[in-house]
Every structure is written in C-alpha cells, then in structure tokens.
C-alpha cells in the first residue's frame, strides 16, 4: 500500500513536468512556424541599405572609379552605376541566403520538436498506464455504474500486464465483469421509481436481472458492443462509464479476443454462445483454470 502510495505521488509529480514541458515545446513550435512563414522560399525581403559585408573591395573601386572619373567624367559615371548594381545584387543574395538559412533551421528545430512532443506523449500514456495499475494496488474501483447502479469492473487493468502492450493480446479474466446494484442502490432505486423492477426487466430480461451480491460477465465483444450502445449518454453516469471503456477498449477487446481463441484450442466450447448477459458459472465448466482455483489459505485458516 505503502509502495504504490509513492509511485502514485510519484507519477504525479512526472505527468505535471511533462506537461509543462509539452507546453512549453508547444509554443516553441508555434513560434518557429511564424518564423518559417516569413520567408516561404527564402527569397522575400530587400537587402538592408546600411550592410556590412565586404567594404574594403567598396572602398578599392570607388577610389579607381573617382581617378579614373577625372581623366574621363562621362566613363566613371557608368562605371560608379556598375558597381552600385553589383554591390545590391551582391546584398540582395547576402540578404537571400541569410533568410534562406534562417528559414531551414527554423524547420529544422520545428521537426525536432515535434518528434519531442511524440516522445513526450508516449511517455505520458505509458505512465496513465501505470498509473491505473497503482490505483488498482490502493484501492479496487470500478469502470463505472449504469441506470440501475451495476458497477462495471475490469479486473485485468487492476495490477496487471493486460494494459501495457494491448497488441499481445494478454488477459487476466479476459471479460467484463456486472456486479449487481448493492441494497442501498435498490432502495434508492425503489423510491425515485415505484415500477423500477418492470423497467428492469423489459430492458435488461429476467436473466440480466441482477440484485445485491449477483454478478455477471460479459465474455465476448459483440455483448460489450451490444451494451455500450445500451447506454445512455445524456446522463452523467452512463457519459462517464462509456469515456471509461472507450479509454481502455483495445486492452479490453484484445483480451476478450484472446481468451476466445485460447478456450476455443484448449477446451470445448458450446456450440451456440448466449448473445445476452449470462450470470457466471453459466455455460462451459471454467472452474478447472488455475485464476479459478486460488484460495485465500490465510483466511480459511484464520476462520478454523
């Protein structure tokens, strides 16, 4: 408890400095773009008429060009035109050159940026990942409740290795568990709405039905489809249960997906599947697994 306590504060702490650095790449970029946008082809602008490239070889012929303007006015006159239309395009392509680099290494830092940025938001979902797995280690919460209060549970995201590589297909149960609605729910239930139980039972069936201490489980993906549809987003509970399940859906279907293909070489399995909810212990014999044959040996032997 202890542990995970800290690498929670732990995660914390490095979520909030990622994101600022995030941030602050995020701005950097923008201001690069500006930057970059300014000369599109490196060829905008006019070269600055007080430049400072290459004044010796400047001074050298304007000094020809005065000696030679006292024997001949007229010839030094052209020659001084030459040199000054030299002397522009020569700063024009300075200047050219000047903006064209400028323009490269602005897109240059701007990629580098944004391979930071993927770095950073690939770091950020591994440690959401963790991060889910501590949380299960402090204290065991569900996906989320529906309209009659069934808690929705995922226990392969709670401590386990289902989340982190969802393309392994890996899986702890490989199903999605419904915990019935608690007696404190019922009651509440029962006085919001007095023909609650005929609601229940058009929508849900007699099967799906589930009261205090009753679960079931969803084995496949199709009922899980079937029952994100179900739900009903306008209310808070189901939105916040349906974001919940969207945000760990690949882990969740690849696991289901998993399990199907490993019962399906291993055990033998019915021919028709139930395409509604089922209560566990329904269906093929499951109870030879070895996740079905742990024991509390603690607890039994403190019950003795």
Not at 9 to 32: A, F, G, P
Not at 98 to 108: M, N
Not at 123 to 133: G, V
Not at 143 to 154: A, E, P, Q, T, V
Request: charged share 30%.
């Amino acid at each position: 408890m202890e542990t995970c306590e800290e690498a929670l504060t732990e995660y914390r702490k490095t979520r909030i400095d990622i994101n600022r650095l995030k941030k602050q790449y995020l701005q950097d970029m923008s201001v690069l773009a500006v930057e970059a946008e300014l000369t599109p082809n490196g060829t905008n602008g006019t070269a600055t008429a007080n430049g400072t490239g290459e004044d010796t070889p400047m001074n050298e012929a304007s000094e020809l060009s005065d000696a030679d303007a006292v024997e001949n006015p007229s010839a030094g006159k052209k020659k001084g035109k030459k040199q000054d239309t030299r002397t522009t395009n020569a700063k024009a392509r300075n200047a050219a050159r000047a903006k064209q680099a400028q323009q490269k290494q602005a897109l240059a830092e701007h990629r580098r940026l944004d391979e930071e940025v993927s770095k950073l938001e690939r770091r950020l979902e591994n440690i959401e990942r963790e991060f889910r797995q501590h949380v299960g280690g402090v204290r065991a919460k569900p996906l989320g409740k529906d309209r009659f209060y069934n808690r929705i549970w995922w226990f392969d995201g709670l401590g386990s290795t289902a989340a982190n590589n969802p393309a392994l297909g890996q899986y702890g149960t490989g199903r999605i568990f419904i915990q019935g609605p608690s007696e404190f729910d019922s009651d509440i239930l029962k006085r919001r709405e007095e023909d609650i139980d005929a609601r229940r039972l058009e929508e849900e069936g007699q099967d799906g039905m589930l009261g205090p201490g009753d679960w079931a489980a969803y084995s496949t993906v199709e009922e899980l489809e079937e029952y994100v549809a179900w739900l009903n987003t306008k209310g808070h509970r189901e939105l916040a249960l349906k974001t919940a399940l969207t945000k760990w859906w690949t882990p969740i279907t690849a696991g289901m997906k998993k399990r199907i293909t490993d019962l399906t070489a291993n055990l033998k399995v019915p021919d028709a599947r139930r395409s509604s909810r089922n209560k566990t212990g329904t269906g093929h014999d499951i109870s030879q697994q070895p996740y079905m044959q742990w024991k509390n040996k603690r607890a039994l032997t403190h019950t003795q």
